[in-house]
């Protein structure tokens, strides 16, 4: 039976603590609020929990993902892949910098794109694949080397730095994957860079905030390459508002007429603690997500897997799949659901559904696995503020609303 009184059950606020809200004031009270020392400081923290050299701190993933495709010198003439079932950052960035975009469809039942189609989506003008971890589950990557190195005698770098790689670089969205691991290597680890996200409803957050890692084995110069993003998060400018400070170095250049997306001391300061959390905050999505497992799976309810023998995922969405529903079908599920206090969502709608693609001649029915996915496809709540109880309220709502 449902609780006789409605619980309200959001769909993904942050949790935060009076840690978090204390390291906040201190900042703003230091007089550098700001990119500054506790920038720095987390972006080295970062660096040290994935296990790279570098880090690099900025105010979105989206301005983590374009930086990328820019300081690659990847522009007009040239194409970038990415997965047609992602939300419009994945893509948009692409069309930012004037390459075009190519969408894959996924692959049957899966929310991974469909491989054998990236590998003949492969042209000679292919410059990047952006991966899209999904979820926080980590893409199958042996496939996706596998198949840039097929496609290595396509690739033509048109500077140093992609000649460095002298193929097709990978550089994943995971936005939704700080943490996750595969193999035992830690996301991050793993792609040739790797973006992440602390918008306000991923695992960790600094309200609005991203972060670009790279490998450690690319022959990359990390301090060139760090440099590199620092002048196009601050307009280009030779000096830092931090380094401008020391005595008598106010003179700076412009040495690119680049673009403002750095990350500030406040925003860094939250996430310094909830970095330090973060292992508490990934057990009890793990948790969690044991309880949907546990209560959905007897239903017949499909859902991504997160944890299994040699990968573990960040637990940012539970995704469902109810079988043998269509779209309004779902779409009168989540009504039913926010009427019983739960809030639910739907991820994702195929890019070529929305007007901005259809406008760019994307069309969904050349994506049919995508759109299978995405009828039946329901997101549950999951987050750290979740009860036991408010886990089996929804999970008893929702089969109420299913056995109506």
């Known amino acids: 039976m449902i609780d006789t009184e409605l619980r309200n059950i959001p769909f993904s606020p942050p949790d935060v603590t009076d840690a978090e809200i204390d390291e906040v004031i201190k900042a703003m009270k230091s007089g550098w609020i700001t990119t500054g020392p506790r920038t720095k400081e987390f972006e080295k923290r970062i660096a040290e929990y994935v296990g790279v050299n570098k880090a690099v701190c900025l105010n979105s993933a989206t301005a983590a993902m374009e930086l990328t495709l820019r300081i690659l010198g990847i522009g007009p003439g040239d194409e970038v892949i990415t997965s047609a079932y992602t939300y419009t950052a994945s893509a948009s960035i692409i069309d930012h910098v004037g390459a075009k975009i190519v969408l894959v469809d996924t692959a049957p039942d899966s929310f991974e794109m469909d491989y054998s189609k990236l590998a003949d989506a492969i042209t000679d003008k292919t410059k990047a694949i952006i991966p899209v971890d999904i979820a926080g589950k980590m893409c199958d990557y042996d496939a996706i080397f596998e198949i840039v190195e097929s496609k290595r005698d396509l690739f033509k770098a048109d500077n140093e730095l992609q000649l460095l790689f002298n193929r097709i670089v990978v550089m994943t969205d995971a936005a939704h994957a700080f943490g996750a691991e595969r193999k035992g290597m830690k996301c991050g680890q793993v792609a040739d860079f790797t973006c992440f996200s602390f918008h306000a409803v991923k695992n960790l957050t600094t309200a609005e905030g991203g972060a670009v890692v790279w490998r450690n084995d690319c022959g990359l110069d990390d301090d060139l390459l760090y440099k ?33 997306c750095n990350m500030t001391d406040i925003m860094a300061g939250f996430g310094l603690i909830q970095l330090k959390r973060y292992e508490y ?44 529903i269509c779209e309004e079908e779902r779409n009168e599920i ?48 999951l987050h750290t503020l979740l009860s036991d109880e408010d886990v089996m309220y929804v999970v008893k709502s929702l089969r109420r609303i299913l056995q109506r």
């Open 334 to 381: 989540i009504v039913k659901m926010a009427e019983l206090g739960v809030a639910c969502n739907v991820h994702y709608k195929p890019l070529p559904m929305f007007t901005a693609y259809k406008n760019l001649g994307f069309d969904i029915n050349d994506y049919p696995n995508a759109y299978k996915q995405y009828v039946n496809e329901v997101t549950l709540p």
């Open 228 to 260: 590199q993003f620092m002048l196009y998060s601050l307009h280009g400018q030779s000096k830092d508002a931090l380094a401008k400070t020391q005595r008598g170095a106010w003179e700076y250049d412009i040495v690119y007429p680049a673009y403002k």
């Open 281 to 324: 905050l990934l057990e009890r999505r793990k948790e969690i997500i044991g309880m949907y497992d546990k209560a959905l799976l007897p239903l017949g309810i499909q859902r991504l897997q997160h944890y299994g023998e040699d990968f573990a995922s960040s637990g940012h969405l539970y995704l469902v799949r109810v079988p043998g």
